[in-house]
């Protein structure tokens, strides 16, 4: 099973300051990784496929990067409704299909 | 537009049953692989079912594998989980999830969930 670990647990930003997102996986799993965002009290949101496309309606200001083992998910510059918890999830080689245990964003 | 809407939900005793459903609208169901996502109170996400668009193939998450039961009917354009041998940690909120074929192991479309509680 491919393990995902996201860091930090919690990020404390201001509305428009720059958020820079983590996971690691504990092997390959080529650019097979996505970004979901969720919020308090709703189900959570495809945000990034494959390392780095955006899914449909998905703002300019998030981006993906990565390949491998590690990925980045960056805020350009954050929202109001940005604050959320994110989570990272893998397909490159599943079952099991795994998720990181997900980054908090909070307000400064 | 594009809707998923869970269903089944509820409280039930250790060792029981319940049997979730999911209802499809908007989009062509019998053209998409399904999954079921839980979410423990507090917690992350976790896979737990997929069955194909055909039901031709099917995957478990160990942890719930020979106790859950993942089903379709595209007639009806719905998702079911059958699940017995019900535990405390499967207290949860269970989403269906839709597949977006183009990147197979995706979630692009999610319902709003519905709650179980193991208790007694």
């Known amino acids: 099973e491919i393990v995902l670990t996201q860091s930090p647990g919690t990020l404390s930003l201001s509305p428009g300051e720059r958020a820079t997102l983590s996971c690691r996986a504990s092997?390959?799993?080529?650019?097979?990784l996505a970004w979901y965002q969720q919020k308090p009290g709703q189900a959570p949101r495809l945000l990034i496929y494959?390392?780095?496309n955006r899914a449909t309606g998905v703002p300019a200001r998030f981006s993906g990067s990565g390949s491998g083992t590690d990925f980045t998910l960056t805020i350009s510059s954050l929202e109001p409704e940005d604050f959320a918890v994110y989570y990272c999830?893998?397909?490159?080689?599943?079952?099991?299909?795994?998720f990181g245990g997900g980054t908090k964003v909070e307000i400064k | 537009e594009v809707q998923l809407v869970e269903s089944g939900g509820g409280l039930v005793q250790p060792g029981g049953s319940l049997r979730l459903s999911c209802a499809a609208s908007?989009?062509?169901?019998?053209?998409?692989?399904m999954s079921w996502v839980r979410q423990a109170p507090g917690k992350g996400l976790e896979w737990i079912s997929y069955?194909?668009?055909?039901?031709?193939?099917?995957y478990y998450a160990d942890s719930v594998k020979g106790r859950f039961t993942i089903s379709r009917d595209n007639a009806k354009n719905s998702l079911h989980l059958q699940m017995h041998s019900l535990r405390d940690e499967d207290t949860a909120v269970y989403y269906c999830?839709?597949?977006?074929?183009?990147?197979?192991?995706?979630?692009?479309?999610w319902g709003q969930g519905t709650l179980v509680t193991v208790s007694s």
């Open positions: 999830a839709r597949d977006p074929t183009m990147t197979r192991g995706n979630f692009d479309c």
């Open positions: 494959d390392a780095s």
């Open positions: 069955i194909t668009s055909d039901s031709s193939t099917i």
């Open positions: 999830q893998q397909r490159s080689y599943w079952p099991p299909l795994t």
């Open positions: 092997q390959s799993v080529s650019s097979y």
């Open positions: 908007g989009f062509t169901f019998s053209s998409h692989s």
